[in-house]
């Protein structure tokens, strides 16, 4: 059964840094495209990056402030999160697409975890 199981979530000040990761069991994460989302209540799920094989992508509001990553000897994808902001409060999720298309669009992921806290608040 395809499971994905995020964590490091928490509370950090303004300017602070946190690590998200997303474990993978049941299947190879390598061979699909992995997505981070985050959603605040009342919002839409919004894309904030991707990866697929190689290549990452990225919402605009994160980019040079975040860093997706993966360990496939773990199966394993991290979001590395720097100069986090108060508008960075989120649960965020990761997701998985058998595609493998480097989408930001949350319909494009067919498989969903549970979420993690990230609170940005001083």
């Known amino acids: 059964q395809l499971q994905l199981v995020e964590s490091g979530g928490g509370l950090v000040q303004p300017g602070g840094s946190l690590r998200l990761s997303c474990a993978a069991s049941g299947f190879t994460l390598g061979n699909y495209g992995i997505g981070w989302f985050r959603q605040v209540p009342g919002e839409e799920r919004e894309g904030v990056s991707s990866?697929?094989?190689?290549?990452?992508y990225y919402a605009h509001f994160v980019k040079g402030r975040f860093t997706i990553s993966r360990d496939n000897s773990k199966n394993t994808v991290y979001l590395q999160m720097n100069s986090l902001e108060p508008e960075d409060t989120a649960v965020y999720y990761c997701?998985?697409?058998?595609?493998?298309?480097?989408?930001?669009?949350?319909?494009?992921?067919?498989?969903w975890g549970q979420g993690t806290r990230v609170t940005v608040s001083s």
């Open positions: 990866i697929c094989g190689g290549t990452a």
């Open positions: 997701a998985a697409d058998p595609r493998c298309r480097g989408s930001l669009w949350y319909g494009d992921y067919a498989s």
